[in-house]
């Protein structure tokens, strides 16, 4: 178990020891090649996790998300297609540390997803991420879990340049 009470750092998603995100990429209609090349993506998070709030910086070869969210506070934007995203961040647990964001894009589907603080084999901490989404208008939903690793010190948020 964590012995941290926050998730904040900078992680690398461990893409060997993740699922692939291919079910949530079918259920968004994109092509296979699309689906081919975000199955490659390196992706990286800068996470500030604080009493109050969280603040999560993820970065891809298709540049940085940035997203500043108080716990219980919905948070609305504009998603790129022009539809209103709604987010909503709880903070579920604090032994281990986890905290959920719900997504709901109007029209279009519901996101949850769940970042827990966890201690892998070796002793590293680790985050686990669970995103489930369901289309709207579907009861079926599909799952994906996803492995962080903590990044090395001095490791630069927007330093991922290629596909691999």
């Known amino acids: 178990m964590s012995t941290s009470t926050y998730l904040t750092g ?3 998603l461990d893409r060997t020891n993740s699922d692939k995100p291919t079910p949530h ?7 296979d090649l699309a689906r081919s090349a975000a199955e490659r993506l390196d992706f990286s998070m800068n996470i500030n996790h604080l009493a109050r709030e969280i603040s999560i910086t993820q970065n891809s ?7 500043r969210l108080q716990f219980g506070i919905e948070h609305l934007e504009n998603g790129r297609d022009g539809t209103l995203v709604r987010m ?6 604090t032994n281990p540390v986890a905290v959920t964001l719900s997504i709901e ?4 589907s519901t996101i949850t997803e769940t970042k827990r603080l966890d201690i892998d084999q070796s002793g590293a901490e680790i985050i686990i991420q669970t995103i489930t989404m369901t289309m709207k208008g579907s009861k079926i939903s ?13 490791f630069d948020i927007t330093s991922l340049t290629s596909l691999v």
Not at 25 to 31: A, F, H, K, V
Not at 88 to 93: D, F, G, K, M, R
């Open 142 to 154: 599909t799952t994906t879990t996803r492995l962080w690793r903590r990044a090395a010190e001095g």
């Open 25 to 31: 990429l079918e259920s968004l209609g994109l092509s």
């Open 10 to 12: 900078n992680w690398i």
């Open 105 to 108: 894009w109007e029209g279009r």
């Open 88 to 93: 909503l961040a709880t903070q579920i647990s």
């Open 61 to 67: 070869i298709l540049g940085l998300k940035e997203r």
